[in-house]
Structure formats: structure tokens, C-alpha cells
């Protein structure tokens, strides 16, 4: 699915996806906005997973003392560098979230949110590894996916995506059960609670599983800090 982002979906093209989402939308993203505002102190650095056009990172940013944003669509990085505010803040960089070019160690906070972890065309245990390799001692890393609850919401904003000819048409025999299927190729599923546990605790770690607003499940896990 990176593939059908960097080639049909990026930029002002993603841009307007978010335009035209309904209120119910609207307010699930801005409830993850703020569920990982939350969990961020003003002197972090952060890293965003698959930031697209800036969206989240803009916002996080407001927050944290520095923000990079990754991707594998050039188009919409482009938007981003020019997008939005706060000037001096962000920055972005094209990158597979599965093989980061960072050390070990270079972020206060890892954030992978909107079910990005199951759009990527990685393995989400290598992408969930990576992360908590470049999360510092006692840092966090945050990934977040649907609620099963939000699936009529969702629904209803992938048709409104594909009236306007931003995603092919809905595939109504492939679309269940969390997973969008559309007729140009377009694929998004969604990971189980149990399963987010499963990726966190093959790397280790204890994860902590949060429900937000009814429309998000979130994942945390925290890089264990050094023995004395």
C-alpha cells in the first residue's frame, strides 16, 4: 500500500482526502492528535511514521521541541516542507519506516498513527522493532489503528474518498470485516488489539493498550532504560 500513496494518493491528492471527511472523522483524528500530545514533553524530539503531507507533525510540533517526519511519497514530503507551521520545527525526510536512518536512540518518541502500521508494505514486527531501536531509554512509541467501533465512520469516509475520485471504487464483496478494498488496487486492513500486544511484546517490551474516542486503539511501549 506505500506504493499506492507515493503513486496515486499523495499530496494534495491525500490533502483533500482529509478535506472532505465528515465530522465523525474529523473528530476521530483530532482525538488521536491529542491522545499523543498528551503523552509528549516540551523539550522532545519526535519521529512520525508515514507523515504524508504533514498533517500530524504540524500539530505534534506545536507541542515538542522537534518533529521528523518520514515517508516514501516525495510529493506530499514536498507539501509538507512548505505546508505548515511552526517554521523551524519540522522536518522531513523520505524514509522506509521499516529501515530507519537514524541511531539508536535519536528520539524522545516514536508516533505511527491513523493505522499506518497496517498501510505499510513492511513487516509491522520490523517496523515496530526499528522504532523502539531509535526511541531513547524511557521514551515511548506510539502506534494506533481502528476501533471496531469506527468502522461505519470509516466506511461512509472511503466512499465519500471514492465519489470524488481520490480512491477507486468501494469493492463491496472484498470490503469487511476492517479491511477497505477498492477496485483500483487500494487495500487498508486494521490490527486487532491483541495483535498491536503481540508486535509490542516481540520486541520486548510491556505494551500498554489504550481505547480513544471510540474510533482509535492505541500502543504503547517504552525503551527500557539502562542497568545501573
Same mark, same amino acid.
Request: glycine share 10%.
Given at each position: 500500500m506505500t506504493d499506492y500513496y507515493s503513486r496515486r494518493l499523495a499530496a494534495d491528492r491525500l490533502r483533500r482526502c482529509y478535506e472532505i471527511a465528515p465530522p465523525r472523522v474529523q473528530q476521530y483524528?483530532?482525538?488521536?492528535? +491529542?491522545? +499523543?500530545?498528551?503523552? *509528549?514533553h $516540551?523539550?522532545?524530539? @519526535?519521529?512520525? *511514521?508515514g507523515c504524508g503531507y504533514g498533517r500530524v507533525a504540524w500539530e505534534l510540533a506545536r507541542v515538542a521541541r522537534s518533529v521528523v517526519g518520514i515517508d516514501t511519497a516525495i510529493e506530499s514530503l514536498s507539501l509538507a516542507r512548505h505546508g505548515g507551521p511552526p517554521a523551524g520545527r519540522c &522536518? /522531513?525526510?523520505?524514509?522506509?519506516?521499516?529501515r530507519l536512518g537514524f541511531v539508536a536512540g535519536s528520539f524522545d518518541a516514536v508516533v505511527c498513527v491513523q493505522n499506518g502500521i497496517a498501510v505499510f508494505d513492511a513487516d509491522p514486527a520490523r517496523v515496530f522493532a526499528e522504532a523502539? !531501536? @531509535? @526511541?531513547? $531509554?524511557?521514551? +515511548?512509541?506510539? /502506534?494506533s489503528t481502528y476501533d471496531e467501533r469506527f468502522w461505519p465512520a470509516r466506511l461512509a469516509w472511503f466512499e465519500a474518498q471514492a465519489?470524488?475520485?481520490? +480512491?477507486?471504487?468501494?469493492?463491496?464483496?472484498?470490503? !469487511?470485516d476492517g479491511t477497505i478494498v477498492c477496485k483500483d488496487g487500494f !487495500?487498508?486492513?486494521?490490527?486487532?488489539? &491483541?495483535? *498491536?500486544?503481540? *508486535?509490542? !511484546?516481540?520486541t520486548g517490551a510491556e505494551p500498554r493498550i489504550t481505547f480513544v474516542d471510540d474510533s482509535s486503539v492505541f500502543c504503547a511501549l517504552w525503551a527500557p532504560a539502562p542497568r545501573p
Open positions: 483524528l483530532a482525538a488521536e492528535i +491529542v491522545h +499523543v500530545c498528551e503523552q *509528549l $516540551p523539550g522532545d524530539s @519526535v519521529l512520525e *511514521l &522536518a /522531513f525526510a523520505g524514509m522506509d519506516a521499516a523502539l !531501536r @531509535v @526511541v531513547r $531509554p524511557g521514551g +515511548v512509541a506510539l /502506534f465519489a470524488a475520485g481520490l +480512491v477507486g471504487e468501494i469493492d463491496r464483496e472484498q470490503t !469487511r !487495500r487498508a486492513a486494521t490490527l486487532k488489539p &491483541a495483535a *498491536l500486544a503481540q *508486535l509490542a !511484546r516481540g
